[in-house]
């Protein structure tokens, strides 16, 4: 085939100009325009400015919270999400449906409500939180708080990215990989890990990006201790209510260049290593 | 034998998909396992690997019993429809799973690998990915990869169902030759008869989870036993045949076509024959055949297929199947299939709607006892009802067989000319008349008599009882050949006297072996036996009433007369049919 132009040969239907103007259009005007916004308003302040507030010891602080607290609850989705998908697929046992449906939920719900339900589970007198106050473990106002509302919110993420890619994965390959003499574990680890991998790694992108962007349901349960339990968003919103836009907006900058620099990290290295994969499918 | 099975079973949902299926492959056979889809075939093959467990019956690779041992330790290969090739795998490493698992040495690794890659024909491509391949290749990478471990026995499950004709054939040729070279046990599930005879020493042909029959390839194509065999290995014109007693004008093919019960020397005996369409031959007329004359018939349709020239002829009153009892007959026109070469549509050119006499080379008489059904009613409307019969009918269908009522009356009246005795099975309705209705029939030497009830179901279960051994010969062949047409597991029910001794219970038990041996080997059909002690009647009355839709086989003590006792089994019968043999 003759190459005509860089552009992938264009579908046989017609509109490829105009979708591709939309979808800049689009992009440009709800996504990039705001974060041009965003970043022009940063700009105004001198670096002097611009350092002593994404510096100060309480911004470094919400940092630690935001980040760590995505990342831990991140990690504890890719694992949990993991089993709840494979329960899911693999097994049939009455109300399966029921649980599939309930996967959603913490899509639909508003994140404040689910917020002031863990803080009522987690508080000290809540049901969990009662049973976990003798063993010196308090939830409710702690990272931990931050980190239970972050996976709540986090999980349908990472299941629904994996539920495809388990299904895909044929009987055949299992019963293969039995007659030829692989013991459970083995096959589980060599044939039903490496096809499920790639969609595992993007369901953790999409959970830690959702977590770090979280405000609604950590703020209830956080207590938002300053230097303690503090998320910066919570910080930029504080930061506007005393009318400080400069400062949140430096704010908002420093998580965007993080978030920015995180997400495509690990696109590239999902990227590299879905490589085989990709070529496997052409 | 390097695999045993012995009565295997896999049931689903309570039904039967491998029903007592029990067969012996010998070392370094290539075993094919030929049926229709759903027929079980896939299944047993996936028994025998450990894939599916059995439900039933024991399993043994080169004589240990393998039955509880699970897939990874049974050290078999096997080989999917989809290939099931692992894709993010390179073909090298695909080929090394089996010794990596094994945590054989890199070097031996390589060596195995190469040699491996170098039997199925495809040397160097160890670093390609599976899905760089074509169909016919990655089915090779399988091979390779089953082979790796060096397994005792190979098992390919439909490997060539998703390629195409050409890369089938070129691949059948790779997987005869490396059988061929390594002197491998195979078992080869497809269900075409082509791959079949090409490929096998040895065929079994299965059908609703039984397997009928096995042989060499040429055996089960020119003497099969049974209809589906006769009909499913290649085409075959299937027709019926009222022989004398004396013989018949018709040269039976084969010593199966002897009587082998005096019973049956009492009445006109229906056969089954079977003519395979290029054993017809055809001619402008009687004189100018060189075989046998079969009757005369009207081209209807003439097909050009290349090498052969097929024809469908249907035949004229002076046809094979022409029948001739009673008074009505359901039997629909007589058409048979028939294949010319190019050097006889050369000799004898033929156009649609032409007279042409038909001949027969070779006639093979299958050895059924049951050839057609015939209802024997007092008045149309109940012969009408119970060929409406929806188990009948399928049973008839599925036989490829007649289906045809006689009505006369209960008593004879004086001065009424008798009718033909009917022909093949006599079926009558069960009730409070059917031991009279039964009695007539048998006493003109009618057998086996089917006692339906009206709204009869398929059977599920089937108990087959000898009262006697006299008929058992007979009854062991109604038995087998009914089996193979019903989906039902089938159960021998030995009946002993509550007191008897520990000797009379030994020899009991060893006749019932005795009779499962028998129908093993003059069938080659496997049933479990049971031994029950009580009064036979009380027996099998409890028996049939335990659980709905069952049928019972029951072999008569004496030939041609059924006892006053057997008559609580006949008359009580709300949902149970009764085969009299």
């Given at each position: 085939?003759?190459?005509?132009?860089?552009?992938?040969?264009?579908?046989?239907?017609?509109?490829?100009?105009?979708?591709?103007?939309?979808?800049?259009?689009?992009?440009?005007?709800?996504?990039?325009?705001?974060?041009?916004?965003?970043?022009?308003?940063?700009?105004?302040?001198?670096?002097?400015?611009?350092?002593?507030?994404?510096?100060?010891?309480?911004?470094?602080?919400?940092?630690?919270?935001?980040?760590?607290?995505?990342?831990?609850?991140?990690?504890?989705?890719?694992?949990?999400?993991?089993?709840?998908?494979?329960?899911?697929?693999?097994?049939?046992?009455?109300?399966?449906?029921?649980?599939?449906?309930?996967?959603?939920?913490?899509?639909?719900?508003?994140?404040?409500?689910?917020?002031?339900?863990?803080?009522?589970?987690?508080?000290?007198?809540?049901?969990?939180?009662?049973?976990?106050?003798?063993?010196?473990?308090?939830?409710?106002?702690?990272?931990?708080?931050?980190?239970?509302?972050?996976?709540?919110?986090?999980?349908?993420?990472?299941?629904?990215?994996?539920?495809?890619?388990?299904?895909?994965?044929?009987?055949?390959?299992?019963?293969?990989?039995?007659?030829?003499?692989?013991?459970?574990?083995?096959?589980?680890?060599?044939?039903?890990?490496?096809?499920?991998?790639?969609?595992?790694?993007?369901?953790?992108?999409?959970?830690?990006?959702?977590?770090?962007?979280?405000?609604?349901?950590?703020?209830?349960?956080?207590?938002?201790?300053?230097?303690?339990?503090?998320?910066?968003?919570?910080?930029?919103?504080?930061?506007?209510?005393?009318?400080?836009?400069?400062?949140?907006?430096?704010?908002?900058?420093?998580?965007?260049?993080?978030?920015?620099?995180?997400?495509?990290?690990?696109?590239?290295?999902?990227?590299?290593?879905?490589?085989?994969?990709?070529?496997?499918?052409? | 034998?390097?695999?045993?099975?012995?009565?295997?079973?896999?049931?689903?949902?309570?039904?039967?998909?491998?029903?007592?299926?029990?067969?012996?492959?010998?070392?370094?056979?290539?075993?094919?396992?030929?049926?229709?889809?759903?027929?079980?075939?896939?299944?047993?093959?996936?028994?025998?690997?450990?894939?599916?467990?059995?439900?039933?019956?024991?399993?043994?690779?080169?004589?240990?019993?393998?039955?509880?041992?699970?897939?990874?330790?049974?050290?078999?290969?096997?080989?999917?429809?989809?290939?099931?090739?692992?894709?993010?795998?390179?073909?090298?490493?695909?080929?090394?799973?089996?010794?990596?698992?094994?945590?054989?040495?890199?070097?031996?690794?390589?060596?195995?690998?190469?040699?491996?890659?170098?039997?199925?024909?495809?040397?160097?491509?160890?670093?390609?990915?599976?899905?760089?391949?074509?169909?016919?290749?990655?089915?090779?990478?399988?091979?390779?990869?089953?082979?790796?471990?060096?397994?005792?026995?190979?098992?390919?499950?439909?490997?060539?169902?998703?390629?195409?004709?050409?890369?089938?054939?070129?691949?059948?040729?790779?997987?005869?030759?490396?059988?061929?070279?390594?002197?491998?046990?195979?078992?080869?599930?497809?269900?075409?008869?082509?791959?079949?005879?090409?490929?096998?020493?040895?065929?079994?042909?299965?059908?609703?989870?039984?397997?009928?029959?096995?042989?060499?390839?040429?055996?089960?194509?020119?003497?099969?036993?049974?209809?589906?065999?006769?009909?499913?290995?290649?085409?075959?014109?299937?027709?019926?045949?009222?022989?004398?007693?004396?013989?018949?004008?018709?040269?039976?093919?084969?010593?199966?076509?002897?009587?082998?019960?005096?019973?049956?020397?009492?009445?006109?005996?229906?056969?089954?024959?079977?003519?395979?369409?290029?054993?017809?031959?055809?001619?402008?007329?009687?004189?100018?055949?060189?075989?046998?004359?079969?009757?005369?018939?009207?081209?209807?349709?003439?097909?050009?297929?290349?090498?052969?020239?097929?024809?469908?002829?249907?035949?004229?009153?002076?046809?094979?199947?022409?029948?001739?009892?009673?008074?009505?007959?359901?039997?629909?026109?007589?058409?048979?299939?028939?294949?010319?070469?190019?050097?006889?549509?050369?000799?004898?050119?033929?156009?649609?709607?032409?007279?042409?006499?038909?001949?027969?080379?070779?006639?093979?008489?299958?050895?059924?006892?049951?050839?057609?059904?015939?209802?024997?009613?007092?008045?149309?409307?109940?012969?009408?009802?119970?060929?409406?019969?929806?188990?009948?009918?399928?049973?008839?269908?599925?036989?490829?067989?007649?289906?045809?009522?006689?009505?006369?009356?209960?008593?004879?009246?004086?001065?009424?000319?008798?009718?033909?005795?009917?022909?093949?099975?006599?079926?009558?309705?069960?009730?409070?008349?059917?031991?009279?209705?039964v009695r007539r029939l048998l006493a003109r030497g009618v057998t086996p008599v089917l006692c339906l009830p009206e709204d009869a179901a398929p059977p599920s279960r089937v108990i087959v009882h000898f009262a006697g051994q006299v008929a058992r010969r007979a009854t062991l062949a109604v038995t087998a050949s009914l089996l193979r047409h019903v989906p039902a597991e089938a159960v021998f029910l030995g009946i002993l006297p509550g007191d008897s001794s520990e000797r009379t219970r030994t020899a009991g038990l060893r006749q019932l072996l005795d009779v499962r041996s028998e129908a093993q080997a003059g069938h080659g059909l496997d049933v479990r036996t049971e031994l029950r002690l009580g009064e036979r009647i009380e027996e099998l009355l409890r028996e049939l009433e335990a659980q709905p839709g069952q049928m019972l086989i029951l072999g008569l003590p004496e030939p041609g007369s059924l006892p006053d006792s057997f008559e609580a089994l006949l008359t009580q019968s709300p949902g149970w049919s009764v085969l009299l043999a």
């Amino acid at each position: 085939m003759q190459a005509v132009s860089g552009f992938r040969q264009p579908s046989v239907l017609p509109g490829f100009g105009l979708t591709l103007g939309f979808a800049t259009f689009f992009l440009s005007a709800i996504v990039l325009l705001p974060l041009a916004a965003l970043v022009l308003k940063t700009a105004s302040m001198s670096w002097a400015e611009f350092l002593e507030v994404v510096l100060s010891p309480r911004a470094l602080a919400s940092y630690r919270l935001s980040f760590g607290a995505s990342l831990v609850a991140a990690l504890i989705n890719t694992v949990f999400g993991f089993i709840v998908a494979w329960t899911l697929v693999r097994y049939d046992f009455p109300g399966r449906k029921i649980l599939d449906a309930m996967i959603d939920m913490p899509f639909a719900l508003p994140t404040a409500v689910s917020g002031i339900a863990l803080t009522a589970v987690f508080a000290e007198n809540g049901w969990i939180g009662q049973y976990l106050e003798p063993y010196g473990i308090k939830v409710a106002y702690t990272w931990l708080g931050v980190t239970v509302a972050l996976t709540l919110i986090g999980l349908p993420f990472v299941v629904r990215s994996v539920q495809p890619s388990l299904l895909e994965v044929q009987r055949d390959l299992e019963d293969a990989a039995e007659t030829l003499g692989a013991t459970p574990l083995y096959i589980f680890r060599r044939i039903i890990f490496p096809t499920v991998v790639p969609a595992l790694a993007s369901g953790f992108t999409l959970a830690f990006a959702r977590g770090i962007g979280e405000y609604g349901s950590v703020i209830f349960i956080a207590g938002n201790l300053p230097m303690k339990t503090e998320i910066t968003p919570l910080l930029i919103v504080i930061k506007l209510e005393e009318f400080d836009y400069n400062g949140a907006a430096a704010l908002g900058f420093v998580m965007l260049a993080m978030s920015f620099v995180m997400l495509l990290s690990i696109n590239l290295v999902q990227a590299w290593a879905r490589r085989g994969v990709v070529a496997a499918r052409r | 034998m390097s695999i045993t099975l012995d009565q295997v079973t896999k049931q689903y949902q309570g039904n039967p998909v491998v029903n007592d299926v029990s067969l012996a492959v010998a070392e370094g056979e290539f075993f094919v396992l030929l049926g229709p889809s759903g027929s079980g075939k896939s299944t047993l093959l996936r028994a025998i690997a450990g894939l599916t467990a059995a439900d039933h019956g024991r399993i043994a690779l080169f004589g240990r019993d393998v039955t509880q041992v699970s897939a990874r330790e049974r050290e078999v290969g096997f080989v999917f429809q989809n290939y099931a090739l692992f894709r993010h795998m390179t073909v090298g490493e695909n080929i090394e799973f089996a010794l990596r698992v094994r945590r054989v040495k890199p070097a031996e690794r390589a060596r195995r690998r190469k040699e491996l890659l170098e039997l199925i024909g495809l040397p160097g491509m160890d670093d390609r990915l599976p899905t760089q391949l074509s169909g016919g290749q990655q089915q090779r990478v399988a091979v390779a990869r089953a082979l790796a471990h060096k397994p005792k026995v190979l098992l390919l499950d439909e490997p060539f169902g998703a390629l195409d004709a050409k890369i089938r054939e070129e691949l059948r040729r790779t997987i005869r030759s490396v059988q061929r070279e390594l002197g491998i046990t195979t078992v080869l599930v497809t269900h075409d008869q082509e791959e079949a005879f090409a490929l096998g020493d040895r065929l079994g042909v299965m059908n609703f989870g039984r397997l009928l029959e096995t042989g060499r390839p040429t055996e089960l194509y020119t003497r099969p036993a049974t209809r589906f065999v006769a009909t499913f290995l290649g085409a075959a014109n299937l027709l019926l045949r009222r022989e004398a007693r004396s013989g018949s004008d018709l040269a039976p093919a084969g010593p199966e076509a002897q009587t082998d019960s005096p019973l049956r020397d009492r009445r006109d005996q229906e056969v089954v024959a079977m003519l395979r369409p290029e054993e017809a031959e055809l001619a402008p007329d009687r004189d100018a055949l060189r075989t046998t004359f079969l009757g005369y018939g009207h081209v209807e349709e003439l097909q050009f297929t290349g090498a052969l020239e097929r024809l469908r002829i249907r035949m004229g009153l002076e046809g094979a199947a022409r029948s001739s009892d009673g008074e009505t007959s359901a039997m629909p026109p007589v058409w048979i299939d028939v294949t010319r070469t190019q050097p006889e549509q050369r000799a004898f050119p033929l156009a649609s709607g032409q007279l042409v006499a038909v001949g027969t080379r070779r006639i093979h008489v299958l050895p059924t006892p049951l050839s057609s059904f015939t209802v024997c009613a007092e008045s149309r409307e109940s012969a009408a009802r119970l060929m409406e019969n929806p188990w009948l009918v399928d049973l008839t269908i599925r036989m490829q067989t007649r289906l045809s009522a006689q009505v006369e009356p209960l008593v004879a009246k004086d001065g009424a000319s008798p009718v033909v005795a009917p022909a093949g099975v006599a079926v009558v309705t069960a009730g409070p008349d059917c031991p009279a209705r039964v009695r007539r029939l048998l006493a003109r030497g009618v057998t086996p008599v089917l006692c339906l009830p009206e709204d009869a179901a398929p059977p599920s279960r089937v108990i087959v009882h000898f009262a006697g051994q006299v008929a058992r010969r007979a009854t062991l062949a109604v038995t087998a050949s009914l089996l193979r047409h019903v989906p039902a597991e089938a159960v021998f029910l030995g009946i002993l006297p509550g007191d008897s001794s520990e000797r009379t219970r030994t020899a009991g038990l060893r006749q019932l072996l005795d009779v499962r041996s028998e129908a093993q080997a003059g069938h080659g059909l496997d049933v479990r036996t049971e031994l029950r002690l009580g009064e036979r009647i009380e027996e099998l009355l409890r028996e049939l009433e335990a659980q709905p839709g069952q049928m019972l086989i029951l072999g008569l003590p004496e030939p041609g007369s059924l006892p006053d006792s057997f008559e609580a089994l006949l008359t009580q019968s709300p949902g149970w049919s009764v085969l009299l043999a």
